[in-house]
């Protein structure tokens, strides 16, 4: 069969099943608007729609009881779209905007307008992670396989009292499932056609005794990618000419961009000798590869262009404006590859994760009191190296990132028979963390001192401890009336390092040679929050809370020293304060139309004080932090339910979210190019203006409007063999996506599709479906930083600026899978 046989099939079957999810789609909600008769059962009882039962205070209760903020994932929710990814968690909850990055921490994680970029790989991050109980806030957690999950909660504003450590912006609380009480198991696999991904995943559970059981669960897959690849094989171009010094040729990684490979695995021991006491342990164990977060990166040209600007003198004629899901990337010359570290010989682009965890969760329960300990231990090495700039001009950066974390969560909570309990205890943690880096970003000749091509290499890192104690009261003053009050009290340290080792000869005179720079850093805050919840009948729910939040401050450990810099102004442009928060939100949570319909809605209020932002300098290379004076975020959210009476498994949900985030008091640092009458004005040294206000603005990645609503509906076909058929669409207003506010960085608003149709047989434990994600096509930018040495020149001038091109970080277009499960 010829290729050109074989890609019309493969076109055909692709633009086939794409029909076909649509129509199912079209099918589920024609269903849904119609009410057919043919499934009505007018005889039925009302029935309440699905309980979700949420920790967000550390305790299970209904969604619908609990007085927090909150979007609450099931497994099966997440398995109805095959969802894995963290990245795909933003599609499920309004206002949430996710990416990868390539330098710094690795991700980009924005709640409500409030989160942290990727640039300093020393800042934790304002939306943060708890995995089964472990706190993790360095942002990698963002690669991990996510598989066998009971459920993943998003809380959203600050958390102080429940979740181990301090945070400002919300956290992404995940439970993965634990042993039962029978022999269980799962199988499934799955195919997508757009990437050629290939993917298992499955577990076996059940008791080895009386008092013990087991669960091992597992994930892997491989995809060849999602985009195009535009480079083309051995060409120089003109670099010959341009790059005289090193004229390497460069290959590009292959025809498309984005492939990865990951395997996963986690261990589950659940001990109960009695009545008293339960031990939960759980081994897990992850490694993820692919071809670079920069594989994924889209080149946007600035605003005035229709063709890319050339990078350090050299053109990029395989290179478009466009983000289309085509852009190039190529390997490192060889020559250059061999001499730096991290880097692989065939300097072939890659990101390598191996990480591993292990958390033990105590519980021990006496007549007054429970006890509760969680011990863990989380670590992870990543390695990359990463093309930051296409095929004609190597830019190149290569990274090792190592961190281990201790940390022991101790808590007792009193079972009074009284009005009033209280839950008292103490987190500790430490960490210890590596960030190690390898540039490749001017021309020069093979350096003999140091036996490198390398520009310019960094060793940094810090060692950190957190202690905190908290305490918290819970008084019944009523049988409606419950109010619940407390604080966490933090203390932080850093010990950070960070030394430039010695440059590239031909370049002494603009980087620094072995400058080491020392810092110290010590905090202590005190974080309370008070609720008060009046349910007046099982149906209603009301609340309002104040809440307060914090994250440590410390030293940026990802700065470029410049032959000029001392350790004096290291230290004064490189430390960050502590960012806090502090409002006040309030809900009410409603069962209504006979527990059919569950209806909610939230408010909130916070502003955030000394908010830690970072900036990229696209001619320097530096990563700049700073304080913004404030952030004001408020906004309204709702939510339904709707399992539809006398319709047989027919249901519908849906959430809405209005946010309106502002910074104030806040002048920092201008966008490359930015002139003095584009609002570059402020902070003048020696008639060049430094800052731009950002006093009124809407911070980056904060929509104002998200949506999302979708449709189930559960039809029988024959016997014990049924199909259901979901369908979900997904909206967000416009939003600016760099961290400086560039006009000409941003996502329009756009709105997604997901569907999905399976048949299955509930008795014999079989099911087939067909899933299509983001059927609507939309590529999505999540962030963007500008790319280096395209623009940035005339910043702050009375003149004539240029911008830089942007690197885009672009998330997936259309996906179709097709997969099978059995469980057994």
């Known amino acids: 069969m010829s290729k050109r046989i074989a890609g019309r099939r493969r076109l055909a079957l692709t633009t086939a099943l794409t029909l076909a999810v649509e129509g199912t789609a079209g099918i589920m909600l024609v269903h849904a608007f119609a009410a057919d008769v043919a499934f009505a059962?007018?005889?039925?009882?009302?029935?309440?729609?699905?309980?979700?039962?949420?920790?967000?205070?550390?305790?299970?209760?209904?969604?619908?009881?609990?007085?927090?903020?909150?979007?609450?994932?099931?497994?099966?929710?997440?398995?109805?779209?095959?969802?894995?990814?963290?990245?795909?968690?933003?599609?499920?909850?309004?206002?949430?905007?996710?990416?990868?990055?390539?330098?710094?921490?690795?991700?980009?994680?924005?709640?409500?307008?409030?989160?942290?970029?990727?640039?300093?790989?020393?800042?934790?991050?304002?939306?943060?992670?708890?995995?089964?109980?472990?706190?993790?806030?360095?942002?990698?957690?963002?690669?991990?396989?996510?598989?066998?999950?009971?459920?993943?909660?998003?809380?959203?504003?600050?958390?102080?009292?429940?979740?181990?450590?301090?945070?400002?912006?919300?956290?992404?609380?995940?439970?993965?499932?634990?042993?039962?009480?029978?022999?269980?198991?799962?199988?499934?696999?799955?195919?997508?056609?757009?990437?050629?991904?290939?993917?298992?995943?499955?577990?076996?559970?059940?008791?080895?005794?009386?008092?013990?059981?087991?669960?091992?669960?597992?994930?892997?897959?491989?995809?060849?990618?999602?985009?195009?690849?535009?480079?083309?094989?051995?060409?120089?171009?003109?670099?010959?000419?341009?790059?005289?010094?090193?004229?390497f040729l460069r290959d590009p990684v292959d025809n498309r961009r984005g492939a990865s490979k990951s395997a996963a695995g986690r261990l589950t021991l659940l001990f109960e000798p009695d009545d008293a006491l339960t031990m939960n342990l759980k081994l897990s164990g992850n490694y993820y590869r692919d071809n670079g977060a920069a594989d994924l990166y889209e080149r946007k040209c600035a605003e005035g262009r229709t063709t890319p600007a050339p990078t350090s003198g050299a053109a990029s004629p395989y290179a478009d404006c466009a983000i289309n899901g085509v852009s190039d990337h190529a390997r490192l010359p060889v020559e250059i590859a061999r001499t730096m570290r991290y880097t692989p010989e065939s300097g072939k682009p890659y990101t390598k994760l191996v990480s591993g965890s292990a958390v033990l969760n105590t519980v021990y329960r006496m007549d007054a009191v429970d006890i509760n300990s969680i011990t863990a231990f989380y670590g992870f090495r990543q390695t990359s190296g990463d093309d930051m700039s296409g095929l004609t001009r190597a830019i190149w950066n290569a990274q090792k990132s190592t961190m281990e974390q201790f940390s022991e969560e101790l808590r007792v909570s009193t079972k009074f028979d009284g009005p009033v309990n209280f839950t008292v205890g103490g987190y500790y943690a430490n960490v210890d963390f590596t960030y190690n880096i390898d540039s490749y970003t001017n021309v020069a000749p093979y350096d003999p001192v140091t036996q490198t091509y390398t520009t310019f290499g960094r060793n940094s890192g810090f060692k950190g401890e957190t202690w905190s104690a908290f305490f918290e009261a819970v008084a019944n003053l009523t049988p409606t009336v419950e109010f619940s009050g407390g604080a966490r009290y933090s203390h932080e340290s850093k010990d950070s390092f960070e030394q430039f080792l010695p440059a590239n000869s031909a370049y002494a005179g603009i980087y620094s040679q072995n400058l080491l720079v020392n810092d110290k850093y010590r905090e202590a805050n005190l974080s309370p929050q008070a609720t008060i919840r009046w349910k007046p009948n099982d149906t209603i729910t009301a609340y309002a809370a104040y809440k307060e939040g914090f994250k440590a401050g410390g030293y940026n450990i990802s700065q470029i020293f410049l032959a000029s810099t001392t350790v004096a102004s290291a230290l004064a442009n490189g430390r960050f304060n502590a960012e806090t928060a502090r409002g006040f939100e309030g809900g009410i949570r409603t069962t209504l139309f006979d527990r059919s319909l569950h209806f909610n809605v939230t408010a909130y209020r916070y502003k955030y004080t000394d908010l830690q932002v970072q900036f990229f300098n696209p001619q320097t290379l530096s990563q700049v932090v700073a304080n913004a004076g404030a952030l004001r975020v408020q906004g309204i959210e709702t939510d339904f339910n709707w399992r539809v009476p006398g319709v047989r498994g027919l249901a519908f949900h849906g959430s809405l979210a209005y946010n309106d985030a502002e910074y104030q008091d806040f002048a920092g640092q201008c966008y490359g190019g930015q002139t003095f009458a584009l609002g570059c004005n402020q902070q003048p040294v020696n008639g060049v203006y430094n800052n731009q206000v950002y006093s009124g603005r809407t911070p980056p990645k904060a929509p104002k409007l998200?949506?999302?609503?979708?449709?189930?509906?559960?039809?029988?076909?024959?016997?014990?063999?049924?199909?259901?058929?979901?369908?979900?669409?997904?909206?967000?207003?416009?939003?600016?996506?760099?961290?400086?506010?560039?006009?000409?960085?941003?996502?329009?608003?756009?709105?997604?599709?997901?569907?999905?149709?399976?048949?299955?047989?509930?008795?014999?434990?079989?099911?087939?479906?067909?899933?299509?994600?983001?059927?609507?096509?939309?590529?999505?930018?999540?962030?963007?930083?500008?790319?280096?040495?395209?623009?940035?020149?005339?910043?702050?001038?009375?003149?004539?600026?240029?911008?830089?091109?942007?690197?885009?970080?672009?998330e997936r277009g259309r996906e179709i899978y097709l997969e099978a499960r059995f469980n057994f």
């Open 706 to 810: 998200g949506a999302q609503f979708g449709s189930s509906l559960e039809v029988p076909v024959s016997g014990d063999i049924g199909m259901t058929f979901t369908g979900d669409m997904t909206y967000s207003s416009k939003y600016n996506y760099t961290d400086t506010l560039r006009p000409d960085g941003v996502q329009e608003r756009f709105a997604r599709i997901d569907a999905s149709a399976s048949i299955g047989n509930d008795t014999q434990g079989w099911k087939l479906s067909l899933i299509g994600r983001n059927l609507t096509d939309k590529l999505v930018v999540t962030s963007a930083n500008d790319m280096p040495f395209t623009g940035g020149t005339g910043t702050g001038t009375m003149g004539v600026g240029t911008r830089a091109d942007l690197n885009a970080v672009v």
């Open 41 to 247: 059962q007018a005889a039925a009882p009302a029935v309440d729609s699905d309980t979700i039962i949420v920790t967000a205070r550390r305790r299970e209760e209904s969604l619908q009881n609990a007085p927090v903020a909150v979007a609450a994932l099931t497994g099966e929710k997440l398995n109805q779209y095959a969802v894995t990814a963290v990245t795909d968690l933003a599609k499920f909850v309004p206002g949430m905007v996710v990416g990868r990055q390539v330098t710094g921490s690795s991700a980009s994680i924005f709640l409500r307008g409030v989160g942290s970029s990727s640039l300093s790989a020393g800042f934790d991050q304002s939306v943060s992670f708890n995995i089964d109980g472990i706190a993790m806030s360095r942002g990698r957690e963002i690669a991990l396989a996510q598989y066998d999950l009971r459920s993943v909660q998003v809380m959203k504003g600050p958390q102080a009292l429940f979740f181990g450590k301090n945070a400002t912006g919300g956290v992404i609380v995940v439970d993965s499932n634990n042993p039962g009480s029978k022999f269980e198991g799962s199988l499934s696999g799955g195919y997508g056609f757009k990437g050629n991904e290939v993917y298992v995943d499955g577990f076996l559970s059940g008791p080895l005794s009386d008092t013990l059981g087991a669960r091992f669960a597992f994930h892997a897959n491989n995809t060849e990618g999602y985009f195009r690849n535009s480079a083309v094989p051995s060409v120089d171009f003109a670099q010959r000419a341009v790059e005289p010094a090193n004229a």
